[in-house]
């Protein structure tokens, strides 16, 4: 997935559910019906669909954190390290 790939500059027009990437030093948005994932998937399925769609091993996602918004948007971020 290349970064200028209109697929990765979703603009949320709060209709869409989207999950919101930060991953390699940047922020994406993608509709989450891109990813096949409903606001109810697994933390692992989000992390293994997102792994897909940016074409990365999985395993590079492991440690990402899901964070499940009010609205039905998903965030998948690094785990924050604190100290």
């Not at 979703?10 to 990437?21: I, S």
Request: net charge negative.
């Amino acid at each position: 997935m290349m970064n200028n790939d209109p697929r990765l500059n979703f603009r949320p027009d709060g209709r869409t559910a989207v999950l919101h990437l930060r991953f390699d030093g940047l922020s994406r948005d993608i509709e989450l019906a891109l990813l096949d994932l409903g606001v109810a998937a697994s933390d692992s399925s989000i992390r293994a669909a997102v792994a897909r769609f940016v074409d990365v091993p999985a395993a590079e996602l492991s440690g990402y954190v899901v964070e499940r918004h009010e609205n039905g948007n998903l965030t998948l971020r690094p785990e924050a390290v604190f100290g």
